[in-house]
Nanobody, 120 residues
Framework: QVQLVESGGGLVQPGGSLKLSCRAS????????MGWYRQAPGKQRELVAS???????NYADSVKGRFTISRDNAKNTVTLQMNSLEPEDTAVYYC??????????????WGQGTQVIVSS
């Protein structure tokens, strides 16, 4: 059984910063890609940032230069540092990981979501 637990959401003023973390636990053989997605009210879920097992990163155009994704393989953790936050960044943020619970198969796992509200 694999679980992803997120932390770090909250309310922040425009221009402020937040750091989201997501840790995987349970039966884990290895983890490939990790990523952060977000879903604003009335909108589809979108990719915010992703990082491969070799630490190559990819960002949505809307967050380039403001957000930074990183991973700690020893702790099975992915982090999203969000700076210069804008009201448009308000959404529920979800982490996702492609995890091999054993050497034979893999699945995509999702966290429960953490709310980020950017408002004055």
């Amino acid at each position: 059984q694999v679980q992803l637990v997120e932390s770090g959401g909250g309310l922040v003023q425009p221009g402020g910063s937040l750091k989201l973390s997501c840790r995987a636990s349970g039966s884990i053989f290895s983890i490939n890609a990790m990523g952060w997605y977000r879903q604003a009210p009335g909108k589809q879920r979108e990719l915010v940032a992703s990082i491969t097992s070799s630490s190559s990163t990819n960002y949505a155009d809307s967050v380039k230069g403001r957000f930074t994704i990183s991973r700690d393989n020893a702790k099975n953790t992915v982090t999203l540092q969000m700076n210069s936050l804008e009201p448009e960044d308000t959404a529920v943020y979800y982490c996702s990981m492609t995890i091999w619970p054993n050497r034979y198969s893999f699945s995509d796992y999702w966290g429960q979501g953490t709310q980020v509200i950017v408002s004055s």
